[in-house]
DNA sequence: CCTTGACTTAGAGTCGACTCCAGGTGATAA
DNA sequence: TTATCACCTGGAGTCGACTCTAAGTCAAGG
């Protein structure tokens, strides 16, 4: 599978990915006999799988090193535990955040609701 | 009260908060007879709403509109209205994938947990 | 009186994460 | 054969959100 086509696919551009590459979030990718991009299965689960952290807003800096970490193999398995435990830990901070925030909006937005029903009943008050 | 006071109150720096004076997202805060910021209720809360919007990554841009409107009054309160419903629905959203890369970390961990148990009974049964 | 320390400003610098650009290559279609 | 197009590279530029710096003011303590 050609750049474009995992461009498309994941909706990542393709810049975004050579831009992963070149830093050492994916690992290099094979190239065909004129040296273009060819992804096979691993890359698009390497790419599935940095996409999904990023999209959870878990940093590039943190995620080489787990991507480094496992292509050391088994004997860093305990490191790249503790990685995806704090990882969790603090994306699990940030979803309460969003949770508390979420609340907050609802009830501003149901003011405004109220608000704004409020101003049509004095408007039809007016009226008749 | 003062801007140190503040800072550490709500752990936002001193920088930012002039910061977000500067820009627009806090309106101009009181300030003494030497020229000195001194917070009142209002800026109280004023800081405190910013600092939850942007804890859950609500962009700057759209809370300088919206606390723009605010100040406009009344006749605003349907865009206000507006605003807060479409960021509304992006935090959703974000949770949404944050959710599902939480589910994946925690699986991932498990089979961390797994991994490193095997290698103990291996460890034991070995020695033993 | 002088120093210290918290405050002030305007403006420059940093950081993370892309995103774009210029210039070049190689396969395909007209 | 020439043009088009998707790809390539290294490096520069952008963007959002701060964060820092330099130079200055002022109140309080020694």
Redesign the pocket.
């Known amino acids: 599978m ?4 995992v461009s498309e696919r994941y909706a990542i ?4 990915l ?2 992963y590459e ?1 830093i050492g979030l994916i690992p290099l990718v094979n ?1 065909n ?5 060819d992804y096979g299965e691993i890359d698009i689960r390497r790419v599935e799988f940095i996409k999904c952290m ?1 999209s959870a807003g878990l ?3 943190v995620l080489i090193e787990y991507v480094g970490l496992v292509q050391q193999g088994d004997q860093t398995i305990e490191a790249r535990k503790e990685i995806l435990k704090e990882q969790r830990e603090q994306l699990v901070a940030r979803m309460v955040e969003m949770q508390k925030t979420l609340d907050i909006l609802d009830h501003k937005i149901e003011v405004y609701e109220n608000a704004v029903l409020n101003k049509e009943k004095e408007i039809v008050q007016t009226q008749g």
Chains 1, 2 share one sequence.
């Open positions: 050609k750049i474009a086509e551009s393709s810049d975004t050579r831009y070149r190239r006999a004129s040296g273009i991009r990023r940093p590039i800096e």
